[in-house]
Antibody
Framework: QLQLQESGPGLVKPSETLSLTCTVS??????????WGWIRQPPGKGLEWIGS???????YYNPSLKSRVTISVDTSKNQFSLKLSSVTAADTAVYYC??????????????WGRGTLVTVSS | DIQMTQSPSSVSASVGDRVTITCRAS??????LAWYQQKPGKAPKLLIY???SLQSGVPSRFSGSGSGTDFTLTISSLQPEDFATYYC?????????FGQGTRLEIK
């Protein structure tokens, strides 16, 4: 069965770029059945969708973050990645990657990785 | 953007109780709504999609209803493992958005 695992630095300095990778196992990231997404959750707070990508490279971003976000896919490694530039303390959060199922135009987060805490601090 | 508002923000209940959580969208989203369960330190888990469709493997005591702007998640008979935080998510349009969460606590 499909599994997702986030990886990347747990500490990023202010103004720098946060970079995370999600490795997909148990299936192909090139499957036409799925999209792939990033969601974050600041400590003690709610969930925020960051963006999503299809294996072809089509991307969909939250406008609130769009100017700072890049999501990419590497089908050869069965991975997709998140880059968030010019980070501040407000970007401190647990970052989740997830499988996105699109059914009749509706987008659902079907399966989530365990999440990785990224702290922005000098 | 579509705003999602859940009520209550927290609720206390006992094992065996019936609990209902409400989610309201700031504009109509047809039936494009999901519910997630999140336990402390864990990732959210999809419970219900399309407002009322039960995700595979989710116990039948969970049910969802609603369309348009008003939705409910009902747990018919609370079990100890159901104490968690629940989020709704509008799946209708970008940006995808979540409610603020409802914390279900043991009374």
């Amino acid at each position: 069965q499909l599994q997702l695992q986030e990886s990347g630095p747990g500490l990023v300095k202010p103004s720098e770029t946060l970079s995370l990778t999600c490795t997909v196992s148990g299936g192909s990231i090139s499957s036409s059945s799925y999209y792939w997404g990033w969601i974050r959750q600041p400590p003690g707070k709610g969930l925020e969708w960051i963006g999503s990508i299809y294996y072809s490279g089509s991307t969909y971003y939250n406008p609130s973050l769009k100017s700072r976000v890049t999501i990419s896919v590497d089908t050869s490694k069965n991975q997709f990645s998140l880059k968030l530039s010019s980070v501040t303390a407000a970007d401190t959060a647990v970052y989740y990657c997830a499988i996105v199922v699109v059914a009749a135009r509706a987008w659902y987060f079907d399966l989530w990785g365990r999440g990785t805490l990224v702290t922005v601090s000098s | 953007d579509i705003q999602m508002t859940q009520s209550p923000s927290s609720v206390s209940a006992s094992v065996g109780d019936r609990v209902t959580i409400t989610c309201r969208a700031s504009q109509g989203i047809s039936s494009w709504l999901a519910w997630y369960q999140q336990k402390p330190g864990k990732a959210p888990k999809l419970l219900i999609y399309a407002a009322s469709s039960l995700q595979s493997g989710v116990p039948s005591r969970f049910s969802g209803s609603g369309s348009g702007t008003d939705f409910t998640l009902t747990i018919s008979s609370l079990q100890p493992e159901d104490f968690a935080t629940y989020y709704c998510q509008q799946a209708n349009s970008f940006p995808l958005g979540f409610g603020q969460g409802t914390r279900l606590e043991i009374k």
